[in-house]
Protein backbone atom coordinates (compact mmCIF):
# COMPACT_ATOMS: atom_id res chain seq x y z
CA UNK A 1 0.00 0.00 0.00
CA UNK A 2 1.57 3.43 -0.89
CA UNK A 3 0.31 6.80 0.47
CA UNK A 4 0.29 9.47 -2.54
CA UNK A 5 0.67 13.21 -2.35
CA UNK A 6 -1.89 13.78 -5.40
CA UNK A 7 0.10 17.65 -6.03
CA UNK A 8 3.19 15.83 -7.11
CA UNK A 9 2.02 12.36 -7.88
CA UNK A 10 5.04 11.08 -5.51
CA UNK A 11 4.97 8.39 -3.36
CA UNK A 12 5.32 9.64 0.35
CA UNK A 13 5.04 6.31 2.16
CA UNK A 14 4.93 2.83 1.18
CA UNK A 15 4.23 -0.75 3.22
CA UNK A 16 3.94 -4.17 2.25
CA UNK A 17 0.23 -5.95 3.03
CA UNK A 18 0.78 -9.56 2.85
CA UNK A 19 -2.36 -10.80 3.82
CA UNK A 20 -5.08 -12.75 2.13
CA UNK A 21 -8.90 -14.13 2.03
CA UNK A 22 -10.92 -17.10 2.23
CA UNK A 23 -10.50 -18.04 -1.29
CA UNK A 24 -7.02 -17.02 -1.45
CA UNK A 25 -6.88 -13.72 -2.77
CA UNK A 26 -4.59 -10.84 -1.38
CA UNK A 27 -6.59 -8.94 0.66
CA UNK A 28 -6.25 -5.59 -1.22
CA UNK A 29 -7.73 -7.28 -4.92
CA UNK A 30 -11.34 -4.67 -4.41
CA UNK A 31 -11.33 -1.45 -3.21
CA UNK A 32 -10.92 -0.99 0.34
CA UNK A 33 -11.31 1.41 2.73
CA UNK A 34 -8.95 3.01 5.13
CA UNK A 35 -9.93 5.56 8.17
CA UNK A 36 -7.55 7.26 10.57
CA UNK A 37 -8.55 8.32 14.26
CA UNK A 38 -5.62 10.05 16.18
CA UNK A 39 -3.10 7.01 15.67
CA UNK A 40 -5.09 4.74 14.97
CA UNK A 41 -5.52 3.31 11.25
CA UNK A 42 -8.48 0.59 10.18
CA UNK A 43 -8.13 -0.76 7.45
CA UNK A 44 -11.65 -2.68 5.72
CA UNK A 45 -11.59 -5.21 2.67
CA UNK A 46 -14.15 -7.36 1.03
CA UNK A 47 -11.16 -9.07 -1.08
CA UNK A 48 -13.65 -11.93 -3.02
CA UNK A 49 -16.92 -11.75 -4.34
CA UNK A 50 -19.93 -13.32 -3.59
CA UNK A 51 -19.48 -16.50 -4.88
CA UNK A 52 -15.73 -17.30 -3.81
CA UNK A 53 -14.10 -18.77 -0.61
CA UNK A 54 -16.81 -17.66 2.27
CA UNK A 55 -18.82 -15.16 0.07
CA UNK A 56 -18.23 -11.63 0.68
CA UNK A 57 -16.89 -11.49 3.81
CA UNK A 58 -15.23 -7.97 5.04
CA UNK A 59 -12.03 -8.35 6.69
CA UNK A 60 -10.47 -5.54 9.12
CA UNK A 61 -7.44 -4.74 10.03
CA UNK A 62 -5.58 -2.42 12.76
CA UNK A 63 -2.49 -0.70 13.45
CA UNK A 64 -1.35 1.84 15.65
CA UNK A 65 1.19 4.49 14.00
CA UNK A 66 4.21 5.53 15.86
CA UNK A 67 5.85 9.10 14.98
CA UNK A 68 9.35 8.63 12.77
CA UNK A 69 12.24 11.48 12.44
Known sequence: MAMIDLK???VL?????QQWS???HAATRNPFKM???GDHLTMRVA?????????TEILSYEATITATE
Open 35 to 37: TAD
Open 47 to 55: PDNGDEGNG
Open 13 to 17: RDVPF
Open 22 to 24: TAG
Open 8 to 10: SRS
